[in-house]
């Protein structure tokens, strides 16, 4: 009787033996078929993304075709013209005078910002005007002279007859000193604006003192010139030419900038003397 609980358990051994080898076959073909649905999304997964990137190269191929190739511009540096390159030679002549002059009387030497203006194109100003092609003027607000290369070509070649604004007065504006003088007249605007002489006079009283007066101080650095042997008498008669051509006979108006023989009398006052002291007269409290 006491054999019966051993014959029991090789039983169930035997029985477990049995129902182990069947789960783990089931187990097998299970992970079999698991791996091969796997590999087979893989393989689906790989097909559909080469399928994906034949669409895109496709796409960039015909976007390719329909755009033309593009390439960077070819940098296009204007060269400066002849006239711009003669009115920048004046101006920093006329300031290299002025620095001198001022320094000479325990002042500070001027800075002034230049803009020749290019044929066909035109700049804003800080005075909020623009400057077109016949501009010819200094503006305090930006501390900027501006003048057009069609109006400088104009004077240089003796076509122009009288400044962009103004009445035409005597004679016609004739020759390189004759641009010259207009460059050196700008340039004595700014002297005065950093000299404090703006402040000086009521705007209602008009701008003929400040212009007479810029007109003087050109023809100061016109004699400077002159006696270092740069420009002779054809030259000077260029520049009252000039000055004359610059003059007006708008009496009633605030723009009033002189008529041609102040204007010429004012140049001549600085070129003759060469004294800066001369040029006081035109201001009061300069």
């Avoid at 004699?223 to 008669?237: K, L, M, P, Q, T």
């Avoid at 204007?263 to 006081?280: H, K, M, S, V």
């Amino acid at each position: 009787m006491r054999r019966a609980p051993a014959v029991l358990a090789a039983l169930v051994l035997v029985a477990a033996g049995c129902g182990g080898e069947e789960l783990r076959e089931a187990r097998e073909r299970a992970e079999t078929d698991l791996r091969e649905r796997v590999d087979d999304l893989r393989d689906r997964a790989r097909r559909a993304g080469e399928e994906f990137s034949d669409t895109v190269r496709q796409v960039l191929d015909d976007i390719r075709k329909a755009v033309p190739e593009a390439s960077l511009p070819t940098p296009q540096v204007q060269k400066p013209s002849a006239i711009s390159r003669y009115m920048t030679r004046v101006l920093r002549s006329v300031d290299g005078y002025w620095t001198r002059t001022l320094r000479a009387s325990g002042l500070q030497a001027p800075r002034v910002q230049y803009a020749w203006i290019p044929r066909g194109r035109s700049a804003l100003t800080g005075c909020r005007v623009v400057a077109g092609g016949d501009a010819a003027f200094y503006c305090p607000a930006d501390d900027t002279i501006y003048i057009a290369e069609r109006f400088a070509h104009d004077v240089y070649n003796g076509i122009g007859d009288r400044f962009p604004g103004e009445r035409a007065g005597q004679g016609n504006a004739v020759g390189e000193f004759g641009l010259a003088y207009v460059v050196a007249h700008e340039y004595a605007h700014n002297v005065q604006f950093e000299l404090g002489f703006y402040e000086l006079q009521d705007p209602r009283d008009g701008v003929k003192a400040f212009e007479l007066q810029a007109d003087c101080m050109a023809g100061l650095w016109g004699n400077a010139v002159y006696h270092e042997g740069r420009y002779d008498d054809r030259d000077v008669e260029e520049a009252i030419s000039t000055a004359q051509a610059a003059g007006d006979f708008d009496y009633g108006t605030a723009q009033h900038h002189g008529t041609p023989d102040e204007r010429r009398t004012a140049w001549l006052a600085g070129f003759r003397t060469g004294d800066p002291a001369q040029c006081r007269r035109y201001v009061p409290g300069a």
